[in-house]
């Protein structure tokens, strides 16, 4: 984003305040007592009539333009609606998915039955008006009681709030928000968080019902002044006719903005922002003199004339800097917008070869299209192939499960070299010396590259007849691995490269071949369902020997005679047997499997029920149960699929082993902005439901209501087969460093093996757990140090990066963006090496940071530089 744009819409994080908190409360204070005094005098007296139609209603328009964020400030709705917070007592509850939905509708149509009454009924009679003004602070305080933020009020049902996003999308002055120290995610495209950036938000929300009721109030507004004002004078029709004219007036008006956008094509805002200027000029022109009246009638001084008519002219000149703010900003958001698409979508290369060839950027080349385009220093190989519009497949980005292999044809010295675990995936696809994994390349010169791997001509490493064999010297003639994730793909693979005798038989109960588990949410939003899951090709398992039983169970261990009985009645015998059963999800509640829309994320199946429950029963919210790296992909998969998402996280942030507390915060922002609700606290008490599941009760009390229900809270190893044989088993199946279980013939890797305490891992940890497993079946040393993940959020709309152990421990360098960036990042040096990395931002903030996990890179210098960065920003 340009620094113009960066300013221009900075969040209110960003907004420096000048004003003493103090004297924003003493304000508040004076505000709510002025108006319990206005609300007494038009219960006792003709002139609360005159002061509040006369002089308050009037007034707030042109504050609304020139600084709305002034006025809520000081509301003293909003102060009674954030009294609970004030004194250190706010609610954790969300708004439920119904009142959200039906949020903007309500404060539309108590804004529409007001202006509708004022004729008939509230211009005349104080006692209503002023119940009206009491019942409003109620309810204001009520909703902050009940919800987090500003959700129970301000930002939802205040009959004031649609007036305020029209007339205040363009602030002259800009008031930073006070009530909120950090955003809580409380509500959708806040107008507290970023006021000038959320009218863009609004209009342009990818949710069309969303968007098109902001749109309608924005376009009705001309229409409902001119309605209301220009019926004043009449006295021959009763007030049905009058309503008829005034709703009539109001659909014109919705017409006419629908006709521009649709038939002249005329941008939504600039045309919402016209017909806001249009309404702001059309009611000043009758509300000018009527603030003069009042004036000159309480005061007893006469008012010159011309003062009436240069009052007429106030609405003019604030419509026109209305429009010329908002046209001025809408420019400035646009060429944001064309900037980032630019930076994220790299144009035609084709056209462009020449100039590229030129470049001093490192150039690739596909060989399939001869398509040519550059790499930013910054970026991966799948970064560039990405925003050039390549198709390639992609999964972890952490070179653990292979899905974006490529081929390199020439170049490869252009290339970073690949580290541990790349070489790993590599050599188990058999690519090792030929391939690359894009997500781990940094292109450093001229490279050709081949995306067809399929038909690549691959060495697997396999034992040689002529090699020694120490299984057969060993007399292990079978190996028998139950399970063909990571972990039990990885043993076989490994067996095979060692011993050419060994008969090798994985037993799955998956009816797929290994696939990319770490993928399995884009099942939900995807079309293609198995189309490039599986990591290796369906010639592997004939080229290495290995025999596959898929669907099939493995129900008992013998271990007396060594045998593995299946489901289907057999017995396999085996000299070793490789547990890598993995681990089931967890559940968030004894009976949550009973319901038929209730699903717990973890096997491709589990996806595609949940893509096949949604499309059968036209579901439109999810409601999705864990915060944690699955979870937020989930969250991701079901809007993808159109639905409303409502995202509940038991601890006090998301991704809390991942994240700090500033890149949770990030996240949450990132979230709530795309319209997700995010209830942190949120631990589930008990469900509700029937024949389906339709509440989950919170043990704050609150319901959460949804049509589908997505659990991703954990796993728990799958310990059944081993518990039954005798094997001696904790959270998982317990193991020593070669991954032996109590039992000398049997060993366990993966989710299930339970390892000094620790049970389960991510893929890296499963692969090392299968080299140390087959280092001790060959009796060597081969385990090694478990490695360190890197943790990839898959959202196309953040990007956020995890590495490494969160806790700073004393003599630690830490580094980290300030506190206020909107893109947040923080490096954590130990004994001169890598000790964790955070980073939570915009699309391609985290480039940069991968670099600092690869080999030789020099991490004190690159720490430096981002610090010096960091500095020149604040200055």
């Given at each position: 984003m340009?620094?113009?744009?960066?300013?221009?819409?900075?969040?209110?994080?960003?907004t420096?305040?000048?004003?003493?908190?103090?004297?924003?409360?003493?304000?508040?204070?004076i505000?709510?007592?002025?108006?319990?005094?206005?609300?007494?005098?038009?219960?006792?007296?003709?002139l609360?009539l005159?002061?509040?139609?006369?002089?308050?209603?009037?007034?707030?328009?042109?504050?609304?333009?020139?600084?709305?964020?002034?006025?809520?400030?000081?509301?003293p709705?909003?102060?009674?609606?954030?009294?609970?917070?004030?004194?250190?007592?706010?609610?954790?509850?969300?708004?439920?998915?119904?009142?959200?939905?039906w949020?903007?509708?309500?404060?539309?149509?108590?804004?529409?039955?007001?202006?509708?009454?004022?004729?008939?009924?509230?211009?005349?009679?104080?006692?209503?008006?002023?119940?009206?003004?009491i019942?409003?602070?109620?309810?204001?305080?009520l909703?902050?009681?009940?919800?987090?933020?500003?959700?129970?009020?301000?930002?939802?049902f205040?009959?004031l709030?649609?007036?305020?996003?029209?007339?205040?999308?363009?602030?002259?002055?800009?008031?930073?928000?006070?009530?909120?120290?950090?955003?809580?995610?409380?509500q959708?495209n806040?107008?507290?968080?970023?006021?000038?950036?959320?009218?863009?938000?609004?209009?342009?929300?990818?949710?069309?019902?969303?968007?098109?009721?902001?749109r309608?109030?924005?376009?009705?507004?001309?229409?409902?002044v001119?309605?209301?004002?220009l019926?004043q004078?009449?006295?021959g029709?009763?007030?049905?006719l009058?309503?008829?004219?005034?709703?009539?007036?109001?659909?014109?008006?919705?017409?006419?903005?629908?006709?521009?956008?649709s038939?002249?094509?005329v941008?939504?805002?600039?045309?919402?922002?016209?017909?806001?200027?249009?309404?702001?000029?059309?009611?000043?022109?009758?509300?000018?003199?009527?603030?003069?009246?009042?004036?000159?009638?309480?005061?007893?001084?006469?008012?010159?004339?011309?003062?009436?008519?240069?009052?007429?002219?106030t609405?003019?000149?604030?419509?026109?800097?209305?429009?010329?703010?908002?046209w001025?900003?809408?420019?400035?958001?646009?060429?944001?917008?064309?900037?980032?698409?630019?930076?994220?979508?790299?144009?035609?290369?084709?056209?462009?070869?020449?100039?590229?060839?030129?470049?001093?950027?490192?150039?690739?080349?596909?060989?399939?299209?001869?398509?040519?385009?550059?790499?930013?220093?910054?970026?991966?190989?799948?970064d560039?192939?990405?925003?050039?519009?390549?198709?390639?497949?992609f999964?972890?980005?952490?070179?653990?499960?292979?899905?974006?292999?490529?081929?390199?044809?020439?170049?490869?010295?252009?290339?970073?070299?690949?580290?541990?675990?790349?070489?790993?995936?590599?050599?188990?696809?058999?690519?090792?010396?030929?391939?690359?994994?894009?997500?781990?390349?940094?292109?450093?010169?001229?490279?050709?590259?081949?995306?067809?791997?399929?038909?690549a001509?691959r060495?697997?490493?396999?034992?040689?007849?002529?090699?020694?064999?120490?299984?057969?010297?060993?007399?292990?003639?079978?190996?028998?691995?139950?399970?063909?994730?990571?972990?039990?793909?990885?043993?076989?693979?490994?067996?095979?490269?060692?011993?050419?005798?060994a008969?090798?038989i994985?037993?799955?109960?998956?009816p797929?071949?290994?696939?990319?588990?770490?993928?399995?949410?884009?099942?939900i939003?995807?079309?293609s369902?198995?189309?490039?899951?599986?990591?290796?090709?369906?010639?592997?398992?004939?080229?290495?020997?290995?025999?596959?039983?898929?669907?099939?169970?493995?129900?008992?261990?013998?271990?007396?005679?060594?045998s593995?009985?299946?489901?289907?009645?057999?017995?396999?015998?085996?000299d070793?047997?490789?547990?890598?059963t993995?681990?089931?999800?967890?559940?968030?509640?004894?009976?949550?499997?009973?319901?038929?829309?209730?699903?717990?994320?973890?096997?491709?199946?589990?996806?595609?029920?949940?893509?096949?429950?949604?499309?059968?029963?036209?579901?439109?919210?999810?409601?999705?149960?864990?915060?944690?790296?699955l979870g937020i992909?989930?969250?991701d998969?079901?809007?993808?699929?159109?639905?409303?998402?409502?995202?509940?996280?038991?601890?006090a942030?998301?991704?809390?082993r991942?994240?700090?507390?500033?890149?949770?915060?990030?996240?949450?922002?990132?979230?709530?902005?795309?319209?997700?609700?995010?209830q942190?606290?949120?631990?589930?008490?008990?469900?509700?439901?029937?024949?389906?599941?339709?509440?989950?009760?919170?043990?704050?009390?609150?319901?959460?209501?949804?049509?589908?229900?997505?659990?991703?809270?954990?796993v728990?190893?799958?310990?059944?087969?081993?518990?039954?044989c005798?094997?001696?088993?904790?959270?998982?199946?317990?193991?020593?460093?070669?991954?032996?279980t109590?039992?000398?013939?049997?060993?366990?890797?993966?989710?299930?093996?339970?390892?000094?305490?620790?049970a389960?891992?991510?893929?890296?940890?499963?692969?090392s757990?299968?080299?140390?497993?087959?280092?001790?079946?060959?009796?060597?040393?081969?385990?090694?140090?478990?490695?360190?993940?890197?943790?990839?959020?898959k959202?196309?709309?953040?990007?956020?990066?995890?590495?490494?152990?969160?806790?700073?421990?004393?003599?630690?360098?830490?580094?980290?963006?300030?506190?206020?960036?909107?893109a947040?990042?923080?490096?954590?040096?130990?004994?001169?090496?890598?000790?964790?990395?955070?980073?939570?931002?915009?699309?391609?903030?985290?480039?940069?940071?991968?670099?600092?996990?690869?080999?030789?890179?020099?991490?004190?210098?690159?720490?430096?530089?981002?610090q010096?960065?960091?500095?020149?920003?604040?200055q």
């Open positions: 340009s620094a113009d744009a960066a300013r221009l819409f900075a969040n209110y994080t960003q420096p305040t000048t004003v003493p908190h103090s004297l924003w409360i003493a304000l508040r204070v505000t709510l007592l002025t108006t319990l005094g206005l609300a007494g005098l038009l219960f006792s007296s003709p609360g005159k002061v509040f139609w006369g002089l308050a209603i009037p007034a707030l328009p042109a504050l609304f333009v020139i600084a709305p964020g002034l006025w809520r400030q000081v509301c709705m909003a102060f009674v609606n954030q009294v609970p917070h004030l004194i250190g007592r706010p609610s954790s509850r969300g708004l439920p998915n119904h009142a959200r939905d949020a903007f509708t309500i404060a539309v149509g108590a804004f529409i039955a007001i202006v509708s009454l004022r004729a008939p009924l509230l211009n005349n009679n104080g006692t209503v008006v002023g119940a009206g003004m019942s409003v602070l109620v309810l204001a305080f909703g902050g009681v009940a919800f987090k933020g500003r959700s129970g009020w301000c930002g939802t205040c009959p709030g649609p007036i305020q996003r029209a007339y205040g999308h363009a602030p002259l002055v800009l008031v930073s928000n006070g009530y909120c120290p950090s955003c809580v995610g409380c959708k806040c107008y507290d968080f970023n006021p000038r950036a959320a009218i863009f938000e609004d209009l342009m929300d990818s949710d069309p019902s969303y968007a098109g009721q902001r309608f109030f924005m376009a009705m507004v001309p229409g409902m001119l309605g209301y004002f019926q004078a009449q006295a029709y009763g007030e049905g009058r309503l008829v004219i005034l709703l009539g007036a109001m659909c014109l008006s919705v017409g006419v903005y629908q006709a521009a956008i038939f002249f094509r941008n939504p805002f600039r045309a919402a922002n016209l017909f806001a200027g249009l309404a702001l000029a059309a009611f000043y022109w009758f509300a000018g003199p009527i603030i003069l009246s009042t004036i000159e009638g309480l005061s007893g001084i006469g008012i010159p004339r011309f003062a009436f008519a240069a009052s007429q002219a609405g003019i000149l604030l419509a026109l800097a209305l429009g010329y703010r908002g001025k900003n809408a420019g400035v958001f646009r060429r944001a917008s064309e900037a980032t698409a630019q930076a994220r979508v790299a144009p035609p290369v084709r056209s462009l070869r020449d100039r590229l060839a030129a470049s001093t950027k490192a150039l690739v080349t596909d060989a399939e299209t001869g398509a040519a385009f550059p790499v930013a220093p910054d970026q991966t190989l799948l560039a192939l990405e925003a050039a519009r390549m198709k390639i497949e999964g972890c980005r952490s070179g653990m499960c292979g899905a974006d292999a490529v081929i390199v044809e020439s170049g490869r010295e252009n290339l970073s070299p690949p580290d541990p675990v790349e070489q790993a995936t590599l050599q188990r696809l058999g690519l090792d010396g030929i391939g690359r994994l894009a997500c781990m390349c940094h292109v450093h010169g001229n490279v050709v590259i081949d995306r067809e791997v399929k038909t001509k060495s697997f490493s396999a034992a040689g007849t002529g090699a020694a064999d120490p299984l057969q010297d060993s007399g292990v003639s079978k190996v028998v691995i139950v399970g063909n994730g990571v972990a039990g793909t990885t043993v076989a693979d490994h067996i095979r490269r060692a011993s050419k005798s008969k090798i994985i037993v799955a109960d998956e797929y071949h290994f696939y990319n588990r770490m993928a399995v949410g884009r099942l939003c995807g079309r369902a198995m189309d490039g899951m599986t990591l290796l090709p369906e010639d592997w398992y004939a080229e290495h020997e290995i025999e596959v039983w898929r669907n099939t169970l493995a129900v008992s261990i013998d271990r007396s005679s060594r593995l009985r299946l489901g289907t009645g057999e017995s396999v015998p085996y070793i047997l490789v547990l890598a993995g681990a089931d999800a967890i559940l968030p509640a004894p009976d949550y499997a009973r319901f038929p829309n209730a699903f717990a994320l973890r096997r491709v199946e589990d996806a595609l029920a949940v893509r096949m429950w949604a499309q059968r029963t036209a579901a439109s919210r999810a409601v999705v149960i864990g915060g944690g790296v992909e989930a969250v998969a079901l809007r993808g699929l159109g639905l409303r998402v409502t995202l509940l996280q038991r601890s942030r998301l991704m809390d991942q994240l700090d507390e500033q890149g949770a915060l990030r996240l949450l922002e990132y979230l709530a902005n795309i319209g997700v609700d995010v942190t606290q949120a631990a589930v008490a008990r469900l509700a439901g029937k024949q389906l599941l339709e509440n989950i009760v919170l043990e704050n009390g609150t319901q959460v209501s949804g049509d589908i229900f997505v659990a991703c809270i954990g728990q190893p799958r310990v059944q087969l081993a518990q039954s005798g094997l001696e088993v904790g959270r998982g199946i317990k193991v020593d460093r070669s991954m032996r109590s039992d000398p013939a049997i060993y366990a890797v993966g989710d299930v093996a339970e390892l000094s305490g620790t389960g891992g991510f893929w890296p940890v499963a692969a757990h299968a080299v140390a497993c087959v280092g001790g079946i060959l009796g060597r040393a081969d385990g090694g140090e478990i490695p360190r993940p890197m943790v990839h959020l959202c196309d709309g953040i990007d956020l990066k995890s590495y490494g152990d969160l806790e700073i421990r004393e003599g630690d360098e830490v580094a980290s963006a300030a506190e206020d960036a909107a947040w990042w923080r490096i954590v040096l130990r004994d001169g090496g890598l000790a964790s990395m955070i980073v939570v931002g915009p699309p391609g903030t985290g480039r940069r940071f991968g670099q600092l996990t690869q080999p030789g890179v020099d991490l004190r210098a690159m720490v430096r530089e981002l010096q960065e960091r500095a020149a920003a604040l």
